[in-house]
């Protein structure tokens, strides 16, 4: 993908709806699994030092990354993703690095992430890649009954 072709910026709270839409589409959300994609939990994170970074290719939003205040020296980073038919070429790398670069200057010191491997593994790999360490792992109970392990990462900015 052209670099010039491909911007990442912050989405304002009015700009929301647009986000949730393709989050529903990059997690296969349907309406009655979707206690994740309300707006009034995303503004709720917006409004604790949230930062929703939009990656726009052309103008269009097909790739996003979103997180909120933990404590001071903390920023975790809750949710995000890229649409399917723009994957494997670097959106989430770059929506990664400007999320980091953002979070040095407002001076965190640390970036924290969860995910589940058994159901992210290009999530969970790109992370390790990405100097993040595991630490720690926990049961979670899924909607259907099943339990997976989640992993908690984090790194030093
Ligand atoms: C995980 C995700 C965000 C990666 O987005 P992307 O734009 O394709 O990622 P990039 O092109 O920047 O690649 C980043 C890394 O992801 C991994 N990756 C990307 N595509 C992959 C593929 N087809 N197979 C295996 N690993 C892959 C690699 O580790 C890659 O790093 P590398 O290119 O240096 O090898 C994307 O696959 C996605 O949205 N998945 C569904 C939602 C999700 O998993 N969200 C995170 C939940 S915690």
Same mark, same amino acid.
């Given at each position: 993908?052209?670099n010039?072709?491909?911007?990442?910026r912050?989405?304002?709270?009015?700009?929301?709806?647009?986000?949730?839409?393709?989050?529903?589409?990059?997690f296969n959300s349907?309406?009655d699994?979707d206690?994740?994609?309300t707006?009034?939990?995303?503004?709720?994170?917006?409004?604790?030092?949230?930062?929703?970074?939009g990656?726009y290719?052309d103008?269009?939003?097909?790739?996003y990354?979103?997180g909120y205040?933990?404590? +001071?020296e903390?920023?975790?980073?809750?949710?995000? &993703?890229?649409?399917?038919?723009?994957?494997?070429q @670097?959106? !989430?790398?770059?929506?990664l690095?400007f999320?980091?670069?953002l979070?040095?200057?407002r001076?965190?010191?640390?970036?924290?992430?969860?995910?589940?491997k058994?159901k992210?593994?290009?999530?969970?790999?790109?992370?390790?890649?990405q100097?993040y360490?595991?630490? +720690?792992t926990?049961?979670?109970?899924?909607l259907? &009954?099943s339990?997976?392990?989640?992993s908690s990462? @984090?790194? !030093?900015l």
């Amino acid at each position: 993908m052209e670099n010039n072709r491909l911007k990442i910026r912050e989405i304002s709270k009015v700009e929301i709806p647009d986000a949730i839409k393709i989050s529903r589409i990059i997690f296969n959300s349907t309406d009655d699994n979707d206690k994740y994609h309300t707006q009034s939990l995303w503004e709720e994170k917006l409004n604790r030092d949230g930062i929703l970074l939009g990656a726009y290719l052309d103008g269009v939003l097909i790739g996003y990354k979103f997180g909120y205040r933990e404590d +001071s020296e903390t920023f975790h980073s809750w949710m995000g &993703g890229v649409l399917e038919e723009y994957r494997g070429q @670097k959106v !989430a790398t770059e929506l990664l690095h400007f999320q980091e670069k953002l979070l040095q200057s407002r001076g965190y010191k640390y970036v924290t992430v969860n995910t589940v491997k058994s159901k992210y593994p290009n999530m969970f790999n790109f992370l390790l890649k990405q100097g993040y360490i595991v630490e +720690s792992t926990s049961e979670q109970k899924e909607l259907d &009954g099943s339990v997976v392990t989640k992993s908690s990462f @984090k790194r !030093a900015l």
